[in-house]
DNA sequence: CTTTAAAGCTTAAACGTTTAAACAAAAAGG
DNA sequence: CCTTTTTGTTTAAACGTTTAAGCTTTAAAG
């Protein structure tokens, strides 16, 4: 019992052609017109046989391979390991498997997946791109390899999406931190070109705008991803009294524990010495010696409408492209109160 | 620039045989004495069409898919995540490709997962298996799929696996509290019938033991996976002062986290009231207003060597079976003290 | 009876590769 | 000059499917 066994096989021990065994086993015994005895011992001896079709024949015959390719910035981080779990779950329903890759944030990275994935003939991408990876989009596109970005868009290029409403994101969890009486808002972001970025930051300044404050670049610390010395540095700064920064609004769920972290070790209290609130989920948010704010995103959500518009593309629904935006909750616990 | 390049195009354009292109592009011109002229044109034209080779064809020729299948029990765990990270990296140093599934410690998916990826004709199997599942895995031995466990293990079935000491893991964690003179030390567990389960309790067990206490089954809670209400009043109750516990050891990250947050709601204070030893590593460790102890696995380590192991098994270095137990790291911080 | 239709099955090509074997032409050896 | 070797290339089969088209045999229709 080791020998991969094959329509052949079940051919060859029923007494009939290939052919027919490959109708019955597609359930197309009824329009071809198997006799239904004929149908019967095929399907028997292929479960005898324990009959495991290769999905690889399948797949170069019909040019299909039923597998997504996953493009994420790192799995190991909780928030892509939840997408992860819905997209995983949703593909699974519609018959598709799932490959996946990290990219860590890097063109060559996101490049060299794409390139391997392809060679695998997946059906279609998700993908969380990362900065400065509109041309390999724009390459996707032209070889007509239907794919739906999570998380990220570029605004001046036609692509399907599923992400948050980012500026109502920052928006709102600021705007709540100036309700409560906060009057030093301090943003934490990344530094990079990417739109969510931008909108996030813009939902920042635009409540303190709308609440009278002006735009104040002390209240602004900017990092480069993947660089934890420069973040402690810059965020020690921010804290520095002279600063009078009574509030925080982070932007990722990354830069929140780091900062979360440091502010631990400055034995700075939370919310008394300081207001703060967090991106994304964490258990640490819970655990915390006070309860964490936080701007929670529905992942599931946007894992399973991705697979959801992928696969409609796939169907040759590619009517056009389809932008979902959706929207996030505001957990505002104590961290965030005067 | 929207259809597939194969072989055939590259061989028309430059007008040769396909077998040429396909000797040239797998780099055997030397051996098989192409033209370095021809072997020039061919490469170039491949270049200017952007070949990219149909890895399904090369697959379904060789009969090997160049990928592994990793089964976790949830890869939005963080656990797993890092894991499936750090697998993911070495697999694509050596052109390996990973598929995941998610068998949420039940047998049916973990069977349909394996089938799946049976049928997609993965050369490979990384496994970390559901309880009861023992019999899927002896399936894939008769089938002669090469397979390597992680995390757990079966005592009485010969495969290859990575795991952690466990034994050893718990024993120092406990000898540890007990040391710092804690005298009820409680433990807490899933019911299940795993090997790692079972040598986790023996450390604690013995560590007891070694240390002059006797064997308390008041000490012992043991929940079933999935069951958040039921874990809630057994912890709840084990927490009860007539109990008498002042340190509790959790076997893992998932029921440590939700241990934390009910010592959180009930008020308890970490350690002067209850000290607490936790499993694996979570942010939520380092946030905690008292850090928390833990027993740190590595993860790298582990995903690292079960690629290792399972690439020597696939290249026919079968030798024998492979057996790697990692030693974990103790971490003992404030919330263990007395 | 003959013709037509239906039922039940097989043949063969195709998907994009790989690779052993065969072949032709040119070069070397005698 | 003929034979052998070398060089450079093609042919064709194979991997495991799918599926249109063709082929028998039997049944129905006239």
Known sequence: MSKKISLKDIAEAVGVSTALVSYVLNDKDEQTRVNKDTAKRIREMAKEMNYQPNQIAKSLKSGKSQAIGLLVADISNPFFGNLARAIEDEAKKHGYSVLFGSSDENLENSQRLIDTFINRQIDG???????????????LKKANIP??????????????????????????????????????????????????????????????????NAEDSNLICEVEFNNAAYFREQFIELLQPDRGVDAILFSTN???????????????????????FCFD??????????????????????????????????RGKASSEQKVMLDVEIVARKSCQK
Chains 1, 2 share one sequence.
């Open 125 to 139: 991408f998700i993908i969380a791109p990362a900065e400065g990876t509109a041309s390999q989009l724009e390459y």
């Open 147 to 212: 794919f739906v970005l999570i998380d990220r868009y570029f605004k001046d290029l036609e692509t399907s999406y599923v992400v948050i409403d980012n500026f109502n994101a920052t928006y709102q969890a600021t705007q709540l931190l100036l309700n409560q009486g906060h009057t030093k808002v301090a943003y934490v972001c990344y530094k990079n070109q990417l739109q969510h970025t931008e909108d996030r930051y813009s939902g920042y300044l635009q409540a303190l705008l709308d609440h009278g």
């Open 281 to 314: 989920e964490s258990e640490a948010y819970d655990l915390f010696y006070c309860p964490i704010s936080y701007v929670k995103q529905p992942l599931s959500m946007i894992g399973k409408e991705a697979v959801k518009i992928l696969l409609e593309q796939l």
């Open 254 to 276: 990354t830069l929140s524990i780091m900062g979360l972290k440091i502010i631990n070790e400055l034995n700075i209290t939370v919310p008394d010495d300081l207001a703060v």
